[in-house]
Every structure is written in structure tokens, then in C-alpha cells.
């Protein structure tokens, strides 16, 4: 069983949707939880951060951490064409100079 | 702009031939990371450097290697690549025990292709 856990997809929506991601992870020692997003063909940039359990809104962005049930979501509101990237979630135990556990990640296709 | 920059872009190198892909950046970030990325996998880490301490992960072949002559370059050294190497190669960097130390900054990727 993979540490990490995210569906491969593709996701395909129509633009102004809500996009829905979400993660499952095994190790309960996870505390620091991110999203990168990863264009085709370039290097994965950071979306959301959150520190153990809660929501965390930024924009067009919810991302949400629930630690008891080991569960990561990230939400898109008004999806754009732009937003088509493959999402990756990512978790780590401590806050720096540690690694980053991926998820596979989720292609999304937002269509116009 | 402070970057993270990867060259080159595109590798072709033949089975068993050394191969040398590098990485620099212009953020003054003391911690410089190497990951592989299979084809719609995750990205894997193969090791990192804080400063010039070097960490080996534990499932890391031997046949990868890594130089981190001073903090703006750091080099991955594929000592005989095979088929199964294959990959995007990811540097990523993070400035340990600053503001956002948990934010790893990427660069584009290396793409090897074995023939």
C-alpha cells in the first residue's frame, strides 16, 4: 500500500465548476500537508500549505485536512481552462529539510 | 528573478553511458533536493543536501550519485543509467529555518530518455 493515495483521474469538468481533489495517507506522523500544481512538462509549484488539521482558503482555493480520518481535500471555485494541471498532494513530518511524500496526482481538464 | 534552473532539459544518453544533469539556482537556499518522476507517478526523492550534509534515501540505488560543490549548483550522476531510469528529474530547493522553510521551489526537470 502506497504511503499516499490520490486518484489518478483524468477529471474532466466545464468551466466555472467546482473542482474536488482529495488524498488518503497512512502515516499518522504527517503533519504538514501541501498542493502543488504541474503543468505539463514543467516542475510542480506550490498552491496550498496547511499545518495539521483545518481549512485553509486562498482565492479560488479551499484546502482542507482532516488528521482523524487521514483525509486531504483541495477545492477549486469558478474553474478556468487555466486551472487544467495535474494536482499533487503532498505531506511531510516536519517543516523543512525533509522530504515531501507525493501523491500520484490528478489530471484536471477544465473545459471551456 | 530568483530561480531554479535545469540543464539540460532534454537528455538522450545510451544504456550504460555516464550521464551528468544539473541544477542551479539563484535563491540562495542552504537545502537542494533530487527527485525522480515516472511517467503519472509521484515524484520520488532520491536525496538532499542541507548545506553540505548529504542524505541518502534509504531505496536510492547506488548507481545515482551526487555533488553539491558550493550552494548555488548541485549535480545528479547517473553512473550507468539504465532503461528503468528513465524519468523527469526534479531539483527542488528550500531555505531551511526561514519564514516559509516548508516550501520547496522546483525547477522545470530534467527528461532523460535511455536508449
Known amino acids: 500500500q502506497k504511503e499516499v493515495e490520490q486518484d489518478p483521474g483524468p477529471l474532466s469538468v466545464p468551466e466555472g465548476a467546482i473542482v474536488s481533489l482529495n488524498c488518503t495517507y497512512s502515516?499518522?506522523?504527517?503533519?504538514?500537508f501541501m498542493w502543488y500544481r504541474q503543468y505539463s512538462r514543467k516542475g510542480p509549484e506550490l498552491l496550498m500549505y496547511t499545518y495539521s488539521s483545518g481549512n485553509k482558503e486562498d482565492g479560488r482555493f479551499t484546502a482542507q485536512v482532516d488528521k482523524s480520518s487521514k483525509y486531504i481535500s483541495l477545492f477549486i471555485r469558478d474553474s478556468q481552462p487555466s486551472d487544467s494541471a495535474t494536482y499533487l498532494c503532498a505531506m511531510s513530518v516536519k517543516a523543512a529539510g525533509n522530504k515531501l511524500t507525493f501523491g500520484g496526482g490528478t489530471r484536471v481538464l477544465v473545459k471551456p | 528573478d530568483a530561480m531554479v534552473i535545469q540543464n539540460p532539459r532534454y537528455q538522450v544518453t545510451q544504456f550504460g553511458k555516464p550521464v551528468t544533469l544539473s541544477c542551479s539556482q539563484t535563491?540562495?537556499?542552504?537545502?537542494m533536493y533530487w527527485y525522480q518522476q515516472k511517467s503519472s507517478q509521484a515524484p520520488k526523492l532520491l536525496f538532499h543536501y542541507y548545506d553540505k550534509d548529504f542524505n541518502n534515501e534509504a531505496d536510492t540505488p547506488d548507481n545515482f550519485q551526487s555533488r553539491r560543490p558550493n550552494t548555488s549548483f548541485c549535480f545528479l550522476d547517473i553512473r550507468s543509467p539504465g532503461l528503468g531510469d528513465a524519468a523527469m528529474y526534479l531539483c527542488?530547493?528550500?531555505?531551511?529555518?526561514?519564514?516559509?522553510?516548508?516550501?520547496?521551489?522546483f525547477g522545470p526537470g530534467t527528461r532523460l530518455t535511455v536508449t
Open positions: 527542488a530547493t528550500s531555505r531551511y529555518g526561514g519564514p516559509n522553510s516548508y516550501e520547496q521551489y
Open positions: 502515516n499518522s506522523a504527517f503533519q504538514y
Open positions: 535563491l540562495n537556499h542552504n537545502v
